[in-house]
């Protein structure tokens, strides 16, 4: 598992390359996915550690406009960003929900997540090089991906087109999510990101960005990652992954088998759909005879976003199952079953993705683990300096304040090696190494969650401690 | 440092109990700040790990209303939730730049962060106990921090107050940070969010949530985080630190003494306004004498949130210094000097929190790190079990096939243990272990990345190649 990604969050599809699917009951209840959370599914392992290691030093090639070129992640940043928040969803989400047995990962909900990405606009890019020649119909985005010798780099390249009006209108090279620096897993230092649009399209590593005249001859856009019916081959006359439509998933309670507590409960979940937003869920706890609306929490993050929504609901003891239906602004509405197709592409039906919820009249008392004390580990780094230190008389006469006559003593509060103190409650005072005036004026005044001890003691023995405490941590 | 934040990205200030500044230079372009890029500022080290261990299992006492009682994190999650974005930012955010030295740590911007909080409604919860009792003023939450014997706790205890209509208005208990559980070092299990106020109300590992009819006696409360002159003790009739003011800074590029080159660049930062949210932002080049209004970025992620901005210019080689000023929703514009006060707390002032950027010709060449190939260490991963596999005939012609007669060779993209293959392009078949009628589909036709081999092989080879494929990895 990829150090960055949270124990236990994930089933592993597979590892070279990774994909990871966020499990059910790991998705939290806001409209953001976090970084230690986002599913992962690469195509080809990502470009070697030495290339990707380069930062703002990665550098892309420009094509097809009036002027050819290249750009680093550093000039990117220069330009004029945006932010925006979109789903970003494999294309086979939800395949395991397929009768058919498609081959591939068997992923139910969790190939998706909810991001949100800083970058510089295609179109800003492109104008930088004199704008896009004229004739060309697609943005074309080719990926890092180190190909092995003696394969056909068209059968195994990752190389996307999407429609050139979509890649001017919307579409970013980005170098954050949620804040941080790209993943390299999920494409960093620069990756593409198609709002709305199917995950294959957002190319990561991205090493060209071009305008063409046709789409990519490579396998993943011509005969890959298209709509087509059970046993036919792939072809470019049948329906790109490109937008996602409509849909919408419960995550919660009792997601993955954990049992719910009957009763006032709260079902939450996300609904989106691509480049129109969503106006609104349904759930159903009667196999969709009868509806109810439930509520939205938290921000809009805008249209290619999900929205996270909740419905309270009284579930008695037993087993029960909810389904939701999401309708986008263009009045689409989630469809009972998806459409079937050979490789199992585009699950948005509501059946499918209902939640079974098992609902107990008591939980099991929640096992508390082992008394290991956070404390005991901490103790331990404090750096203890054991080699004898020349203290002045005036110190040594603090030493004295510090060890026995203050109360409580300083060292119930306070780390230091000297005095072999090892209170964790105020500062590690080695660590602190603070000057006479900040000791001086500490213990006369306090300071934050530490008592004035100005009334308690004189001004000499107050000169004593805090040369002691100076002079122990030099 | 704590194992989930990011390497690199923090001022350490103090480690027992954290101090942890954001490095300005590692702020990101988008709104939200990452969980692995967020300051920390701990009163007190967290709860012993087998207490904040428990999860959903977590309790805290409901004091104050017309029944007392307690609830766990559990009886939390089955109520109607909340999700927003707040600025947690410390009252000593900006101490540095004060210039009498006040103690403490010296934080300069990156004492804060904007951050998407999940949990439940203080309203809420005081609902499910019938209801606050009349004449209490305040909502006080105490923090399940661990006192040390032979201390006062009113002098270490982490308990603070707000006006009990903020409570009732605003207040959450949350238990999720941007999508993720919150981390034990940012209070979770459970933490009291107070929007758009300092973040020592912002209470941790809560254990008590009460109405009461006078402020905490806690010193944290009564006489620290107080606005007082310079020399004045710490008492409760001065303003405690409660709302945030309106405040602004730049966070790039340059920060920190990186050089950026000269020409048009981009600044970015971020404003914000305590439950007000800003109106406007402005840039100086020439310390306040001229102003221009920047542009906001990303989605608006509501008045407690920080909004990020932007201001395209073009910067001559040579040093320089860019201002800011935030005007909030209300009318209040960040001053040019920040309230003197004895703590150093509070910190707005729009001249201190300037931007120092140094803009040369030309960057120096971005060093390539050594050739360490990615490929190099995730090979070793290929569990390679060298114990002899009994085959059958039909899976040993498929052992001939894979080895030598496919072109390209199977191994070339695939890893298999059995047949020393270590392809990285395609699925570890070792790990996938694929039935017969996968092997089959796939060579026959084709799978993602993997070209269709059924024009080249016979029914036989197709079969025997499977054999061996699934014999191999049993």
Known sequence: MPGSKAEGAFILHNDLPWALETRRNHFGFGPITSASHLFVRNNLPAPAASLTDQGDGWSFDVVGCAREGSLTLADLKRMKNRTVATVLQCSGNGRDFFPHDPSGSQWGVGAAGCVLWTGVSVADIFEQFGGVQSGLAYLTATGGEE?????DKDAVVVERSVPIEKGLRDCLLVWEMNGAPLPVIHGGPVRLVVPGYFGVNNVKWVRQLAATARESGAKIQQSGYRMRPEGLAGGPE????????????????GADGAAVLAGTNTLYGVAFSGERGVDAVEVSADDGATWQQAEWVGPDLGPDAWRTFQFAIRIPVGEHRFV?????????????????????YGHN????????VRAVAELPKTEIKGSLQASESTADTVSASMAMLALSDKALEGKQLFLQQAQPGCGVCHSLADANARGVVGPNLNQLRPNLAQVESAIAQGVGAMPAYGAQLS????????????????
Chains 1, 2 share one sequence.
């Open 349 to 356: 039906g509501w059946r499918d993705h209902g939640l079974s």
């Open 324 to 344: 939701t239906r999401a309708t986008d602004t263009q009045g689409d509405q989630q469809p009972r079953v998806a459409v079937h197709n050979h490789r199992g």
């Open 459 to 474: 001004q000499s023995e107050l000169e004593a401690l805090a040369a002691y405490v100076v002079e122990a941590t030099r």
């Open 238 to 253: 049948q329906p790109s992954m490109w937008r996602m439509p409509v849909k919408s998933w419960l995550n919660g309670p």
């Open 147 to 151: 190909l092995p010798e003696g394969v």
